[in-house]
């Protein structure tokens, strides 16, 4: 078993090379590091006041504005 892993490693070196996850420490004072954590990456707020009403007024309207536009074009008079 040990002799077929070694066959490998030695059959192609260089997929052993690029196999380095590591990388390098952040470095904090440059001027490209963001911050870190959760809802850190949102482009908006989720713990405001109106958020959740926001969110779901947002959500009704997207789901119910197609179902508006078909009641309304069915209900509307024909030329």
């Known amino acids: 078993m040990m002799s077929r892993a070694a ?5 192609n ?5 690029r196999r380095g996850f590591q990388s390098t420490r952040a ?10 954590g959760p809802r850190s ?4 707020n989720p713990l405001s ?12 309207a ?8 078909a009641v309304w074009q069915t209900k509307k008079t024909k030329p």
Do not use: D, I, M
């Open 41 to 44: 990456n949102l482009p908006f």
């Open 13 to 17: 070196p260089a997929t052993v090379a």
């Open 27 to 36: 470095q904090f004072a440059s001027p490209y590091h963001y911050p870190e």
């Open 49 to 60: 006041k109106w958020f959740a009403v926001k969110y779901w007024s947002y959500c009704a």
């Open 62 to 69: 997207g789901f119910g504005l197609p179902f508006g536009l």
């Open 7 to 11: 066959f490998r490693v030695a059959a």
